[in-house]
């Protein structure tokens, strides 16, 4: 048997060979990564869709060579820790309930039974200060660079609102444990949205009344409670992440399509 | 800078015409190529101008998050996320407090009511940022490097903002003890400092609208007397979008201190329809 192969593979490289086999068919099969056939609509779809959102490898200009002391790779590293953040929320979503009388005790779970739960636990929120850090310090980069200009204004704008979705992200986690240090912190937050001109409650020239204004909307009732609990978990767990991980694929579909990261070649 | 395939001279080598500036530049980044001092300027083939985006870029972006997961190990294993007692609603805490990238908003609540504190103040902040791209006249200037002489008035006032943000973050992080009172870094903030209500006082509203009419016409007069091709350059309706945009980022500092020397409550002080409104 082995000798056969031996024979069969005789004058061709290891890939050669790999290609030939069932595994490699099976997975790279000729959808996608198959011979060029130019009347094939399906191959020709697939390098439509590939060639739009520049799926295909490229060549950056030569300034990516000091990428480090140019882009500090701060973005990077914002997407990096979005990703931690995801596998680590993962993990904890397992154990948490959104509900008051369990959250706290699920939360010190995580220290006393949960196997590894407080290590996990310790990196989701410092991950999560780091991140709004790293994307506030990413603005700041692009801005001295003058990454913001034509044609990459509209990528600055889908910057600016994926920081704002990163602090929302973060501060709609930072109820969940409901200790003292959560509730508080999140009742001043969310006194601002009564305080809002015309549509808070308390603010000038209010229109709509108390439990009924643009702050109940978040909090989901006068003070925050169960309800509050409930809807930050779905925003933290569901809602901000999908909408900062599309967002996110809009932002770099841009920056290929603007010719890479700025610079001056 | 323009590239064109010379024919006299060897195959795979392009002339690039760049200005000597272009040139002080590349001649920096681009040590490891092969390039020839002098205006027309000898550079290898095309291909050798590009790096591979997976391997070059990339590649380093995921080392650095390998080196930040070691870093964000090491610091989950020695040092404890908070978790405080169990919320009571009602029980307030004598310090509480927002998380810290909200931290300057809170600090700002001292000096402003909470509307303007809370949802006025960093709506402007962030209808600031959407329109900065379009209210920038230099299109192409300092596009790729770090340049401060190029676009003095862009980065200063862009960096004095961020500056305010992240000071106001510090203060309100690590200066404020209970009940959001100045406690220096070598005071106990167990203790609750007592501090008496200072006398404060209201401009009168004569003196608040002089005031306001004032330091707006100020604002708009004044750069254009400095910086005189600022107005040309930006014409009109970005000028008074920027000068606005920049005269109430500076209210937010001449507030501090009209609090802290002179215990100004409110500059103005409205009464409309039975609603309050203090700036």
């Not at chain 2, 392009?14 to 000898?42: A, C, P, Q």
């Not at chain 2, 007592?194 to 004032?214: D, K, Q, R």
Request: charged share 20%.
């Amino acid at each position: 048997m082995e000798e056969k192969k031996k024979k069969d593979g005789e004058g061709k490289n290891i890939k050669e060979l790999a290609k030939g086999t069932q595994v490699w068919k099976a997975i790279f099969g000729d959808l996608l990564f198959g011979e060029f056939k130019p009347f094939s609509p399906i191959n020709s779809l697939m390098r439509g869709i590939a060639k739009i959102m520049q799926l295909h490898p490229y060549n950056m200009s030569v300034g990516g060579k000091r990428i480090i002391m140019y882009t500090f790779c701060l973005g990077g590293l914002s997407v990096f820790f979005f990703a931690l953040l995801s596998c680590t929320g993962a993990f904890l979503m397992i154990y948490y309930n959104p509900d008051v009388n369990k959250a706290y005790a699920n939360v010190e779970d995580f220290r006393y039974i949960v196997p590894f739960g407080i290590l996990i636990r310790n990196m989701h929120r410092w991950t999560a200060h780091l991140m709004v850090m790293f994307v506030s310090l990413h603005m700041l980069r692009v801005f001295l660079t003058g990454a913001y200009k034509p044609p990459r204004e509209l990528n600055w704008i889908v910057g600016v609102i994926l920081l704002v979705l990163t602090m929302l992200s973060s501060f709609t986690g930072y109820l969940l444990p409901w200790d003292q240090l959560a509730y508080w912190g999140v009742t001043i937050g969310c006194s601002m949205g009564e305080n809002a001109p015309l549509l808070g409650a308390k603010g000038p020239f209010a229109l709509l009344e108390s439990g009924k204004d643009v702050n109940s909307i978040l909090v989901g009732g006068a003070a925050v409670g169960q309800p509050t609990l409930l809807r930050f978990y779905l925003l933290h767990a569901i809602a901000l992440p999908l909408g900062i991980t599309g967002l996110m694929g809009f932002h770099f579909w841009r920056i290929r399509r603007a010719g890479g990261v700025s610079g001056p070649l | 800078m323009v590239e064109e395939q010379d024919e006299s001279k060897e195959k795979d080598e392009v002339i690039v015409r760049m200005s000597r500036r272009e040139w002080e530049y590349v001649k920096d980044v681009h040590i490891t190529s092969n390039y020839k001092e002098g205006f027309e300027t000898l550079t290898p083939k095309e291909q050798d101008y590009t790096v591979k985006h997976l391997r070059d870029s990339v590649g380093i972006e995921f080392i650095a998050g390998l080196l930040f997961t070691f870093i964000i190990m090491v610091w989950s294993l020695y040092m404890d996320a908070p978790l405080k007692e169990l919320a009571n609603p009602s029980d307030t805490p004598l310090d509480e407090r927002a998380p810290w990238y909200f931290i300057g908003l809170q600090e700002l609540l001292i000096y402003f009511d909470p509307w303007l504190a809370g949802v006025v103040i960093p709506s402007i902040l962030l209808v600031g940022l959407i329109v900065l791209p379009f209210i920038d006249p230099n299109k192409e200037s300092g596009v790729g490097r770090y340049s401060f002489r190029v676009r003095p008035i862009a980065v200063s006032a862009f960096c004095f903002g961020y500056a305010m943000w992240y000071i106001l973050i510090v203060i309100g992080q690590f200066f404020r003890g209970p009940g959001r009172v100045f406690y220096w870094p070598w005071e106990d903030k167990t203790v609750v400092k007592v501090v008496p209500p200072a006398e404060m006082v209201n401009f009168h509203i004569a003196g608040g609208f002089a005031f306001f009419i004032l330091f707006f016409g100020a604002c708009v007069v004044v750069p254009k007397l400095i910086f005189k091709n600022l107005y040309k350059s930006l014409g009109t309706v970005r000028y008074y979008i920027f000068v606005c945009l920049m005269a109430i980022m500076l209210l937010i500092p001449i507030k501090i201190f009209l609090r802290y020397v002179f215990d100004v409550k409110y500059i103005l002080s409205l009464q409309i329809f039975n609603t309050a409104l203090n700036f």
